[in-house]
C-alpha cells in the first residue's frame, strides 16, 4: 500500500467522511446508483456514470460503483458483457485501444483519473495488473521483480527506504519483499538468476503479482489470474489474494462462480449490453439476490 501519498489518502478521508450513512437514504437511493452506505471501510475506487464504446459499439453502460480500500471485488457475468473492459477503465489501459472511447468518471482515492493531466506511468504504478496468461518478461527471476522499480528509477528514488525505513536495503531486500509477499520466495531463493520462463505456470503468474507489487502499488487488477491454472496453482493463487486484500484493494474477473464466492467480498454482475445489474456482499449475491437475472445467471440457467 503506497504510504507516500498523503494528499490522496486525505482526499479518501475527506470523501469517506462526506458519505452519508444508510440512515436518511433509502435503500433505493444507494442501489440506484451502486454507490454503496454499507460497506464501512474507505472507497478505493469510485466510478461514476461510466459508459465505454469501441467505435459505435457501446461495451460498458453507465457504471457507477464505489469499491472500498482492501478488500476483493469480483467482476463476473457472461463473456463479452464488459467485465474486462471495466476492469481496463481502472488504470486506463483502454487508451492504448484506438477505437475506445471512455465517458464518465473514474477516481481513484477521490483523485479523478480522466484527465488530461494524468500522469500514466504513475497511474499505472498506483493500479497493477495481473492477465489471464503469466507474462513474466524472458529474464532472470530477480530482474522481472526489480525491472519496474529501476525503470521507474524507484530503488534509487528511495522506494526501498519507504519499505524498509533506515534499515534499506538494496534491490536484494526489494526482490525479496516482493517475491514473499507473492508467496514464491521459499520456492525460488536458490535460483534467483535462472530464466523465469523455466517456472511453472503457476509459478510464473505469482512472479507477475509480485512484478506488479515490486513497484508498491494500492490496487492490483486481476483478469481470471486463475483460468490458465491447475486447481493446486488455483488454489494458491486464491490463497495469495486473500493475503493480499489484507494492504492491497484486489478487482479480479472470474469466470468461476465459485471463485468470486470463495474469495471476494463484493461481487458486481454484469450482464448483456454491459450493464451492471447488481453489486452487493458476496454471500448477498450468491445466496439472496435482489434479480432474476442475477439469479438466472448464477444458477447457471444462461451464460
Ligand atoms: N479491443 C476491442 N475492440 C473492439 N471491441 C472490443 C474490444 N475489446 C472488447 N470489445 C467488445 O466489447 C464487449 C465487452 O468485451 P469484454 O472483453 O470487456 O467483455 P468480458 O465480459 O470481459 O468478456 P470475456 O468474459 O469473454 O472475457 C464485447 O462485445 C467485445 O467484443
Not at 2 to 29: C, H, L
Not at 239 to 255: C, F, G, S
Request: proline share 4%; charged share 25%.
Amino acid at each position: 500500500m503506497a504510504t507516500s501519498q498523503t494528499t490522496t489518502e486525505s482526499a479518501v478521508e475527506n470523501q469517506t467522511t462526506s458519505i452519508p450513512t444508510s440512515a436518511g437514504e433509502s435503500d433505493e437511493q444507494s442501489r440506484d446508483e451502486w454507490t454503496d452506505y454499507r460497506f464501512t471501510s474507505r472507497t478505493a475506487i469510485e466510478t461514476e456514470n461510466l459508459d465505454v464504446f469501441y467505435g459505435d459499439e457501446q461495451a460498458l453502460s453507465d457504471i457507477s460503483l464505489d469499491i472500498p480500500a482492501e478488500s476483493v471485488t469480483a467482476l463476473i457475468g457472461p463473456s463479452g458483457c464488459g467485465k474486462s473492459t471495466f476492469l481496463r477503465c481502472l488504470n486506463r489501459m483502454n487508451d492504448r485501444i484506438k477505437s475506445a472511447r471512455v465517458e464518465g468518471s473514474v477516481a481513484l482515492g477521490g483523485q479523478e483519473i480522466y484527465g488530461d493531466d494524468t500522469d500514466l506511468v504513475e497511474l499505472r504504478k498506483r493500479v497493477g495488473m495481473v492477465f489471464q496468461q503469466p507474462n513474466p518478461f524472458p529474464k532472470s527471476i530477480r530482474e522481472n521483480v526489480s525491472y519496474g522499480p529501476r525503470k521507474h528509477g524507484n530503488i534509487e528514488a528511495g522506494l526501498l527506504a519507504r519499505l524498509f525505513g533506515n534499515d534499506a536495503g538494496d534491490e536484494d531486500a526489494l526482490v525479496e519483499r516482493a517475491l514473499r509477499q507473492a508467496a514464491l520466495w521459499e520456492e525460488v531463493d536458490n535460483r534467483l538468476e535462472d530464466n523465469a520462463l523455466g517456472l511453472s505456470g503457476g509459478q510464473q503468474q505469482r512472479l507477475c503479482i509480485a512484478r506488479c507489487l515490486a513497484v508498491d502499488p494500492e490496487i492490483i487488477l486481476m483478469d481470471e489470474p486463475a483460468s490458465a491454472l491447475d486447481p493446486i496453482a488455483t488454489a494458491k493463487i486464491e490463497d495469495l489474494i486473500a493475503d493480499l486484500a489484507e494492504e492491497y484493494t484486489v478487482v479480479i474477473v472470474t469466470h468461476n462462480m465459485q471463485q468470486a464466492a470463495r474469495i471476494s467480498d463484493q461481487t458486481a454482475v454484469f450482464l448483456t449490453g454491459g450493464e451492471l445489474v447488481e453489486y452487493d456482499d458476496t454471500n448477498e449475491i450468491f445466496e439472496n439476490p435482489e434479480s432474476q437475472r442475477v439469479e438466472d445467471y448464477i444458477t447457471g440457467k444462461f451464460g
